[in-house]
């Protein structure tokens, strides 16, 4: 039989008794509809609710959705993330919920939800729970930072998008390291109209030309300046490093020039994205590769191409300074030495990089 609930607005409402008729039901069913009934009428409610009607409500709700199980509790979720002003204690326990699809509905839609909580969920919560963050309206900056350290390439690919996403410049800086071996990841950085011109000075430097003007357009659409006129410079400069470093290629293909001296010297500027063109005709490799090997995460991986091409320790040590200053990533990392660069086999990591050689002539005849 439906349940019939009176308007709270009507006089002979009394909350308590329908909160006590809640509590007393053994139906999951019915306590559901009955929840749901009470709940839609305490939030339409024309008068604000008393002090003794808030304490009932959440206190019998809440010793209710403890006992639903299944699809009844996220049932409940959905209809209580559309109220305000719920304990703390309930919407944690609905929003971190194991079950995504009880948990969904609360970080969703609860519009006030308090930010400790979201924090406290994205530090200890599935990558389904951060991706259901991630697409949040309004993602504040404590928030973001912890879903952009522990998220994977989905989930900050949905926040990248998120123009409601906010983000601390340490949250950005990891977002665009994030971003090194990511093309889509490169390509969502470069549609937002919140970078800052420190994010610009981190992202230009991994993004192809095409890219970078198209930042630079969005600069001008979005009226920025500063960035636009950064990116203009950037820009010229590129085509003057482009020329430059084709001239080196060709002196150390004729003896002229010394490797070495050569990647010394652009690791020294900072210019990581010409090393790693140089690098990878001194290796026979393609270019994308080598950058995507120097700017990744696995630092033995570029220990062994610059093993592989025989460079001295002075040269690997320019790069070790330029990797760190490029990414807070590797600022609590402790670096290698030059005792253990020296005992990795050159012998080996040419075997390894004829290995990769072998892979990308395959990969392009697919």
């Not at 749901?36 to 809440?62: D, G």
């Not at 950064?230 to 010229?236: D, G, H, K, N």
């Amino acid at each position: 039989m439906p349940y019939e609930i009176a308007s709270l607005n009507d006089p002979s409402f009394t909350l308590a008794d329908d909160l006590a008729s809640l509590a007393a039901e053994r139906s999951s069913d019915k306590r559901v509809e009955l929840l749901r009934r009470i709940a839609e009428a305490y939030a339409t409610h024309a008068e604000p609710p008393v002090a003794t009607e808030r304490y009932l409500f959440n206190e019998v709700i809440s010793k209710l959705v403890d006992k639903l199980r299944g699809s009844h509790r996220v049932i409940a979720s959905d209809t209580l993330a559309a109220m305000k002003n719920l304990p703390d204690d309930l919407v944690r326990s609905l929003a971190s919920d194991a079950d995504i699809a009880v948990a969904q509905p609360m970080i969703r839609d609860y519009k006030t939800m308090p930010e400790p909580i979201l924090v406290d969920i994205a530090r200890t919560g599935s990558q389904e729970h951060l991706r259901v963050i991630a697409a949040r309206d309004q993602v504040t900056p404590p928030v973001t930072d912890v879903v952009v350290e522990r998220g994977d390439n989905t989930v900050v690919g949905i926040l990248a998008a998120n123009n409601g996403a906010q983000f601390s410049d340490a949250g950005m800086r990891r977002l665009v390291g994030k971003a090194r071996e990511d093309r889509h990841l490169q390509a969502l950085l470069v549609d937002r109209k919140d970078l800052s011109l420190t994010a610009v000075e981190y992202l230009l430097p991994m993004i192809n030309e095409e890219l970078a003007r198209r930042l630079c357009a969005n600069a001008a659409r979005a009226n920025n300046a500063a960035v636009k006129t950064y990116l203009a410079e950037w820009l010229a400069e590129r085509k003057k490093n482009a020329e430059r470093t084709d001239a080196y290629i060709a002196g150390i293909r004729k003896g002229d020039l010394n490797a070495g001296d050569v990647l010394r010297g652009l690791f020294a500027q900072g210019r990581l994205c010409d090393a790693a063109t140089v690098l990878a005709s001194v290796l026979s490799l393609d270019r994308d590769y080598t950058f995507g090997v120097l700017a990744g995460s696995n630092l033995q991986s570029a220990l062994l191409l610059m093993r592989a091409a025989t460079l001295s320790w002075p040269v690997v040590e320019a790069f070790l300074k330029l990797r760190e200053a490029k990414s807070a990533e590797y600022e609590y990392r402790t670096p290698p030495t030059r005792a253990q660069y020296l005992t990795l086999d050159a012998g080996a990591a040419q075997r390894v990089v004829r290995f990769a050689k072998v892979r990308q002539v395959t990969a392009a005849a697919n």
